[in-house]
């Protein structure tokens, strides 16, 4: 009889060694890239809708996080500005990065994600109706118990509608945001106008009572000559000569008194 041998299974590759295959395959994938497939690629990354980073990582709304790291390395090593000749190549490496850090950041992610959820709601409501309306559609809908649901949902007709309705939305609410913004802004700005204003209100209230406070020795001074030396009269103002009577003890004037 022959001898049994048992063979021991391969144990899995490292992580290490499995990055070293990774490192080669991209080699090898930049190796074979041309100039103009960076330059295109320049092209499609400028050309992607602003709010969503998804699309500039050409990545689906479902992708991990460690999706997103692998797929920003591939795509910024393809475009990276002293790889690729293209003379945006720089603004495309750098709109990567920021799609990556939007990402990578949970309250980002969590917001944009709440946008997908929202657009696919109204997609599937009108599918919903659409399906009443189409009784070979609905009834194919109820026979597969969500299937047909399902498929409809992984097509690229649904893919892209769903693109373009969380554009739809994130603009909308970029809008608001904005608008909000703008009106806070005013506010503070109004605010910050009644402040200066109440500041200068009361700067003048302080000079006029400093102005008052400084000449107060110089009328109580007045005051005071004019207690002396009596009522003085008026420049240019003319007084009646005093009439002479026969008393000059009295001081009303006396009419002479004829004598017959």
Partial sequence: MGENRSVAAAPPPSSAKASAIDDALLKQFFAEVSEVERDNEVIRILSCFKLNPFEYLNLS?????????????????????????????????????????????????????????????????????????????????LVTEGKYDQEHEQSEEFQQQLRLKVREILTDQEWRRRKMAMRISEEEGRLKKDEEETKEMWKRKREHEEQWEGTREKRVSSWRDFMKGGKKAKKGEIRPPKLKTEDPNKSYVQRPVKRG
């Fill in 61 to 141: 709304f479902d992708s991990s996080i460690d999706e997103v790291k692998k797929q920003y390395r591939k795509l910024s090593l393809l475009v990276h500005p002293d790889k690729c000749k293209h003379p945006q190549a720089k603004e495309a490496f750098g709109a990567l990065a920021k799609a990556q850090q939007l990402l990578l950041d949970q309250q980002e992610r969590d917001y944009i994600l709440s946008q997908v959820v929202a657009a696919k709601e109204e997609l599937r409501s009108k599918w919903k109706k659409q399906l009443k309306k189409d009784t070979a559609s609905k009834l194919k809908s």
